[in-house]
């Protein structure tokens, strides 16, 4: 019952390297999003996809590119790292996009970006 | 999405019910209030959600008023376990999930 996994748990990379965050769910799910929590910030979302072959722009798209795998897997890359990138970074997916379902979060990715 | 109040900090004993209220005074028709903890260094949890109707899970109880400017998060039986941040939050049709500050439960032995 692994619901949504996220790899790796932490991560520190330099200025100008790049990275691709990983997000994998078994719970048969249409939709993914991709959020970031910064402190005093609350969570902001960055990319989602309303089913597989989609993805749509957030709310702090910058930076970061996204690809939907396949129906299980979301991922998300950091094409050049840049210190503001630093935070805690969450994966969650829900049975598909609309008032009426709550998501399911993976544990997150703590990145530092020096 | 309509903004939410909810206290900073609350304080319960184990074993007690804790009752986390939040205002939302600016609800539409459309909107539905969903409440989410999250543990600490954990990803947000998802507890429950309504519309206009008071509901119930496995987890807790929502208590929406009648004119739905504010509900009650119920945990009828609070352990340590559920020491968190409670967060409040009202929807409509965007994807974005707006997470305010929070209500920081504290559950004390």
């Known amino acids: 019952n692994a619901g949504v996994t996220q790899t790796p748990k932490f991560q520190v990379l330099k200025t100008g390297q790049s990275m691709t965050l990983q997000c994998a769910q078994d719970?048969?799910?249409?939709?993914m999003y991709w959020y970031r929590q910064d402190p005093g910030m609350g969570l902001r979302l960055i990319y989602y996809?309303?089913?597989?072959?989609?993805?749509d722009k957030g709310e702090v798209p910058n930076g970061y590119n996204v690809s939907r795998l396949n129906k299980r897997e979301f991922s998300l890359r950091l094409e050049s790292a840049a210190p503001s990138q630093t935070s805690v970074y969450f994966c969650?997916?829900?049975?598909?996009?609309?008032?009426?379902?709550?998501?399911?979060f993976g544990s997150g990715t703590r990145l530092t970006v020096v | 999405d309509a903004k939410t109040t909810q206290p900073p900090s609350m304080d319960c004993a184990e074993g007690r019910a804790a009752n986390l209220p939040c205002n939302h005074s600016?609800?539409?028709?459309?909107?539905?209030v969903y409440w989410y903890r999250q543990i600490h260094s954990q990803g947000p949890q998802y507890i429950i959600h309504?519309?206009?109707n008071n509901e119930t899970n496995e987890m807790a109880s929502l208590i929406i008023t009648e004119d739905r400017k504010s509900s009650t998060l119920i945990q009828p039986h609070a352990t340590l376990r559920d020491t968190a941040v409670y967060y409040c939050?009202?929807?409509?049709?965007?994807?974005?999930?707006?997470f305010g500050k929070g209500t920081k439960l504290t559950v004390n032995p």
């Open positions: 969650a997916s829900s049975l598909r996009t609309g008032v009426n379902y709550g998501y399911t």
């Open positions: 719970m048969n799910h249409n939709s």
């Open positions: 996809s309303a089913s597989e072959g989609t993805t």
């Open positions: 600016t609800i539409s028709g459309n909107e539905y």
């Open positions: 309504g519309l206009k």
């Open positions: 939050i009202v929807r409509s049709g965007s994807e974005k999930l707006v």
